[in-house]
């Protein structure tokens, strides 16, 4: 395993931090739209060869016959499951089990069958319409339901999986601070539920966008937000990409998920999960890559909607700036007050978990709050990487919560 020490005070602490070329396979929009083309053309086979798929996911790694048999049924539960269902940008649902199992055998040294099961149904209870994973009634339908790939399994094996499917399994109505809380408890002697879940948020942070280019590749995001404010110099090529077409996900969407990423990331730096386990380690900077990867994207895209001359956008970058180094990020803030990005986590994203379309209608609209927002993400997903003991506070097992503000 390749590691290197962030700094001093980092050594002091023991925390390691893995070369970023080595978590490329996690965190790179091309590597991740490449893994899913390669899925969703095996999917698209008129006869799907299960051996092809698992052989993606297991990244060629050798498989033996017995195992080969029992994924062969899991795929066919995963197949019936998830039916031609698709995901909101348009590519089919099951894709989403499988890429989540492909990026955490990524992560491991080798691959594991029970956490890759994990992986595959970590989203079971769901998909079978059972919403309360905690009855034994419940328990009693879903073991019958997968049947026949638990009899091949030890007797130990099949609790274990069906012990980590409850646990990662968010309850109706349960507070996502508190659900999270919850598994991150557990998780303190069975690490592999939260390696399961890096991996599943890690996949919905990447499948935010289909473009066939990312925006960000041979563009040096820092350099051109530079050039953007500073500069100005017209030269070809400096706002990165294209305008994106219209899509079932705006920017604001996409914001929301890095809010959900930051949520996690700051109940598992508390703690201190991400120092526990070394593949947790390795897929929590996954994590803060992609996010901050994503975060640049958006602030660049709405940069160019904005229409604003270089002045105009030096001010929005400048207050920005500002408004993280006194600390901004590094609590919930109430709304009201004199900055713009007060309140942001609270009054935009706190409530957004339905689907109305209307609900993020105010950060659409503004783009120059949407360009700010994107910005204080990149802040927030760079401390994540590069400070281990940064987390957002005002983020509890209880919610998100302005200092005083019962919730």
């Known amino acids: 395993m390749q590691v290197r020490l ?43 060869d299960w051996r092809n798929v698992l052989g993606i996911i297991v990244n060629e790694a050798p498989i033996s016959e017995s195992d080969q048999a029992l994924y062969d049924l899991v795929f066919s539960y995963l197949a019936s499951a998830y039916g031609g269902r698709k995901r909101r940008l348009g590519p089919l649902a099951i894709l989403h089990p499988l890429r989540a199992a492909a990026l955490l055998v990524r992560a491991l040294e080798r691959p594991a069958r029970l ?52 646990w990662i399994t968010r309850r109706p109505g349960e507070c996502y601070c508190e659900y ?12 592999e539920i939260l390696r399961a879940k890096l991996a599943d948020r890690l996949d919905n942070t990447l499948d935010l966008r289909v473009d ?6 041979k563009v040096d995001f820092f350099e051109l937000i530079f050039r953007e404010m500073f500069i100005g110099d017209g030269a070809s090529g400096r ?32 703690s201190e999960s991400d120092r526990a386990d070394p593949i947790c380690h390795k897929l929590f900077e996954a994590l803060a890559l992609a996010g901050g990867k994503e975060a640049q994207r958006i602030a660049l895209q709405s940069l160019r909607m ?7 956008a030096r001010k929005l970058l400048l207050a920005t700036m500002e408004y993280v180094e006194r600390g901004g990020v590094d609590r919930v803030t109430p709304p009201g ?22 609900r993020f209608r105010r950060l659409n609209d503004d783009k120059d709050l949407m360009f700010q927002a994107a910005m204080a993400f990149v802040a927030i997903f760079l401390r994540f990487l590069h400070e281990p003991g940064f987390f957002i506070h005002g983020i509890s097992s209880a919610g998100v919560a302005a200092p005083g503000e019962l919730v």
């Open 306 to 312: 904005a229409g604003k001359n270089n002045l105009q």
């Open 115 to 166: 956490e890759i099961l994990t992986a595959l149904l970590h989203d079971s209870y769901e998909e079978l319409g059972v919403r309360d994973a905690s009855g034994s009634a419940v328990d009693s339908s879903l073991e019958e339901e997968f049947r026949p790939f638990l009899e091949p399994l030890r007797s130990d094996e099949r609790w274990y999986l069906m012990e980590r499917l409850k």
């Open 212 to 217: 066939h280019q990312d925006p960000l590749a």
């Open 337 to 358: 007050s004199d900055n713009r990005l007060d309140g942001l986590f609270i009054s935009v994203f706190r409530d957004a978990g339905s689907r109305d379309p209307g």
């Open 6 to 48: 962030d700094s001093p005070a980092s050594r002091r602490g023991g925390y390691a931090r893995f070369e970023l070329e080595a978590l490329r396979v996690l965190h790179d929009l091309k590597e991740f739209l490449d893994l899913s083309a390669g899925l969703n053309y095996q999917l698209s086979a008129a006869t799907v």
């Open 239 to 270: 706002h990165a990409g294209r305008p994106a077409l219209a899509s079932a996900f705006s920017d604001a969407d996409r914001l929301y998920q890095l809010f959900k990423d930051s949520l996690l990331m700051t109940l598992v730096r508390k």
């Open 180 to 191: 999270t809380t919850g598994l991150l408890e557990k998780a303190i002697r069975t690490p």
